[in-house]
């Protein structure tokens, strides 16, 4: 029997997987990710502003090492500039198992996780760097029902 959670991480990852080759969300990684869960479930989820907000209100440092579950944000560090400030928003794609992500990069695609460390940045940003993911129980945490 499945548990809710798991409903909707078929859900979003059904939802996301309808999006490759979507470029429409391009240097909107977390839009993307959100959108997976939100548009497939009918919910609203609460991260940050950005990737990397968002990694840092997930708790992606307290996150157990070892290679994400389905459904999991996965998070990178990346600098560049936007709105003519330069920082670190970070990058961020969801979980489909067995190493690989589904993430909004020049368009959304398929990647091993840690081939996207070997991506070529958009001018101007840095490399993507791993740091983590964050469970699906953490994304959902004060979820609403639309």
Known sequence: MKTRTGNYI???????????????YCFRCLAFV????????DIEVF?????KESADEYGVNDTPAGEPPRGAFVFFDMSGELFDARTNYGHVGLCLGDGRVIHAWDEVRIDDIRAVE????????TQPRYI???PVERILQG???R
Request: hydrophobic letters at 35%; aromatic letters at 10%.
């Open 47 to 51: 991260g940050g502003d950005s990737a």
């Open 118 to 125: 070997a991506l070529e940045p958009a001018e101007g940003w």
């Open 34 to 41: 959100e959108d997976a869960y939100e548009e497939s479930n």
């Open 10 to 24: 078929d859900n979003a990852i059904t939802w996301a997987m309808s999006q490759l080759g979507n470029e429409d």
């Open 132 to 134: 983590g993911w964050a």
């Open 143 to 145: 979820h609403q029902v």
